[in-house]
């Protein structure tokens, strides 16, 4: 079974900066696309970013575009999301997940345990 780790989370400030990290235990990176979900308490997981297995294709939530970056390393099986100018509303669990690329979380095979974000205002 392939495994995918999040870490980076963490508790910022309105306008602060996080970086996640995604490492999967096998080269899946090289062969699936990835992607960023987020869920809220007492909220559906919705999507955030994706990526293509070549890194060529990408897609973003539109309240995050401009603020959000996402990106792959494909030889260190990890994937990242870097987060500007965070937001109170940005406040959620942060899942990776591994696939086929889509906006849908059933696009997707394999997930992350999550990593939390706060942000204060």
């Known amino acids: 079974q392939v495994q995918l780790v999040e870490s980076g989370g963490g508790l910022v400030q309105a306008g602060g900066s996080l970086r996640l990290s995604c490492a999967a235990s096998?080269?899946?990176?090289?062969?699936?696309?990835m992607g960023w979900f987020r869920q809220a308490p007492g909220k559906e997981r919705e999507f955030v970013a994706a990526i293509t297995w070549s890194g060529s294709g990408l897609y973003y939530k539109d309240s995050v575009k401009g603020r959000f970056t996402i990106s792959r390393a494909n030889a260190k099986n990890t994937v990242y999301l870097q987060m500007n100018s965070l937001k109170p509303e940005d406040t959620a669990v942060y899942y990776c997940?591994?696939?086929?690329?889509?906006?849908?979380?059933?696009?997707?095979?394999?997930w992350g345990q999550g990593t939390q974000v706060t942000v204060s205002s």
């Open positions: 096998e080269r899946i990176i090289n062969n699936y696309a």
């Open positions: 997940a591994a696939g086929s690329f889509g906006v849908v979380t059933s696009n997707y095979n394999y």
